[in-house]
């Protein structure tokens, strides 16, 4: 191998065509990962290129001109007009001008993280991708989340789907999962994709509301769409208002193809299993959160990994063989499907680590350009009509958002793998290609860059048979739009359920036209009767019994609507409960890890039982924080002072998974003279958040949540636990945190919740 490696110029007996040659092969051997150091840093590396740090240096201009006076613009005179010939002003204006570019059309608002990913085993007997290949080799990415209706200021906490966005940066070029939290999507062809993300974004004559679904444009959208109601179930569940962007499933959506050396072709969806478990706030929280703290997601990401709890998730895969591809209930190639994780399971074969936060929200976050059309050998697409018009939006969408088809050039998006074609020039060019030749033949390179056979890592594409006839249509295999919506409705605990009602009650409570609600009622019904009669009785409607239009609207003029309403088939199974997220077997609640506990405390709280449940609390990996009357020291009985991490006007119950309350009778006495502690206190009950109290501190809970709970071992020094809420006035600590670790671990309490 060695022998093939080259030097700058051709030595005797060689032409310049087997140099370039010799060069092309060197590449191989690094596309092979044979001279790769296998450096999971290999795209900190490369970013450190363009990084700038001004510590110790002087002020310049654009140019590299020190500059004297920051401070005023040159004049003729102290009270004279600026003048033009000022440089430096006009370039520091100029600059500040353009600052701005425009905001992605969907998924504005989002947050991003480095980090890596490694294979657990070879997959090699399903996909020659090099970065799947070799448990040694960690694969640098960058993951972008996302929500998709609200602008780039907008709250994180917004009812909406999450975009889950993965760049790897493989040695083979870069390879993009461009997924969401939710398995399936609204519509089943791009075709319909402006329709939907007009009818979901502001309603365009008075631009209200932001970041919000629940207005009339998009219920009527939906109401005349029926392949949208099982995506419907997912928005209006609890998935659709995650607890952290480190809590929350991540999907590919679309069925893409494994391919193998030897060419063999599976279908393939791709899962993210988030290892913190799944986990959500409740809607009014999503709302209070949205005031309190707009940045929620985007400040638990960053904290989590400042503080090195870095978030991970599993890489899952479901492959289904080409032989099976019309054995299920629905086709394969429709993205409003999901497989039922009980029909084809989910094989776990790696992980994602996110370590390293970006250096800079614009250069990286902002000017990553995802694509679905990245994929590197061993991956492929498959005809899903959706994913066929994301394969042209992508691109197309960043030439202007990002200014000019160099955008691959930008730091965060060039690829680790090198680059070499006959694409030259255009705005913002940064590469200086060398030689004469920018096509292909040619004979004055020696034919550089060559094309890669197969066999050197060249992308071919899979050799699908296509016989058909060039057709506006749909497959009939695509109109059995509610059974999964069932499916998934069915495989919900009853809280969920219960949630999905309040959902479609307070969304269609904001919808102002009445037969926007009807049609709505009419297509809940098709997905459950029950469901539909309980949103329209919070509506102060019926379920219409008939409707005067076909259920599906979205039918060619002159064609006859009845083949396109939509029919039932029988389904493998009634209920999965890998869709709900609290009898879900795949994520366990024990664990709770990186949660966020208010300790309520005020001068002479008793600082024995604080420092023991803090102690407890951060062996299990939480976050104990104390909320405090106002900043600074508190004193606690022994004298120990601790700083007041927030005060009662800073922090919230909503910004907390759990809240203690410590003994001591002047501390009590203080908190109970605070309003705002007991309103700190209901509302974490409210949302069923696990609650806990010790010695004086649980005479506070019994005030604050007036018989909401029982406290059964008043006298005794037992542990009471009932509904999460962990009391004893003379128990130990050790005990009562034992108790309020696992009610934590559990996430809510739902039981506390009555009804719709
Ligand atoms: C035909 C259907 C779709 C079209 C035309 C479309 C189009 C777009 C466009 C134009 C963007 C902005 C990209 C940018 O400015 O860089 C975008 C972003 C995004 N889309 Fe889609 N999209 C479609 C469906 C989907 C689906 C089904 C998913 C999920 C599987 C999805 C996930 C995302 C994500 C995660 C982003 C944000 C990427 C980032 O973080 O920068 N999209 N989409």
Known sequence: MTTRRTSKKPSKGQTSKTVAKAKALQNVERL???????????????????????????????????????????????????????????EKITHFDHERIPERVVHARGSAAHGYFQVYESMSDFTKAGFLQDPSLKTPVFVRFSTVAGSRGSSDLARDVRGFAVKFYTQQGNFDIVGNNMPVFFIQDAMKFPDLVHAVKPEPHNEIPQAASAHDTFWDFISLMPESMHMIM?????????????????????????????????????????????????WDEAQKISGKDPDFHRRDLWEAIENGDFPEWEFGVQIVEEKDEHKFSFDLLDPTKIIPEEIVPVRRIGKLTLNRNPDNFFAETEQVAFHVGNIVPGIDFTNDPLMQGRLFSYTDTQLIRLGGPNFHEIPINRPVAPVHNNQRDGFMRQTVNHGQTSYEPNSLRGGCPFQAGVDMGGFQSFAERIDAQKIRARSASFFDHFSQATLFYNSQSEPEKQHIIRALRFELGKVETPPIRERMLALLAQVDKGLANSVAEGLGAKVPKKLDKPLNMSFPAGVDPRKFQPKRLPQEIDSSPALSMVNNPNFPKDSIKTRKVAVLLADGFDAAAVDQMNKVLLTAGAMPKTVAPRLGLVTGS????????????????????????????????????????GEFISEAYKHCKAIAGSGAGVGLLATSLAGDFTESDEAGTGVTIDKGVVTSRDGSIKDIAKAFVAAIALHRHWERETGP
């Open 32 to 90: 092979d990962g044979k001279l790769d150091p296998r450096n999971n840093d290999a795209k900190i590396d490369d970013l450190q290129k363009n990084t700038e740090d001004s510590a110790g240096e002087f002020l310049t201009t654009n140019q590299g001109v020190r500059i004297n006076d920051n401070q005023n613009s040159l004049k003729a005179g102290e009270r004279g007009a600026t003048l033009l010939e000022d440089f430096i002003l006009r």
């Open 234 to 282: 997912w928005v209006m569940s609890d998935r659709a208002i995650p607890r952290s962007l480190r809590m929350m499933e991540g999907f590919g959506v679309h069925t893409f193809r494994l391919i193998n050396e030897r060419g063999k072709s599976r279908f393939v969806k791709f899962h993210w299993k988030p290892l913190l478990g799944l986990h959500s706030v409740v």
């Open 638 to 677: 022994n004298g120990v002072q601790l700083k007041a991490d927030f005060s009662f006007l800073t922090a919230s119950s909503v910004l907390f998974d759990a809240v203690f309350v410590p003994g001591g009778d002047t501390s009590v006495a203080a908190l109970v003279a605070e309003k705002d502690s």
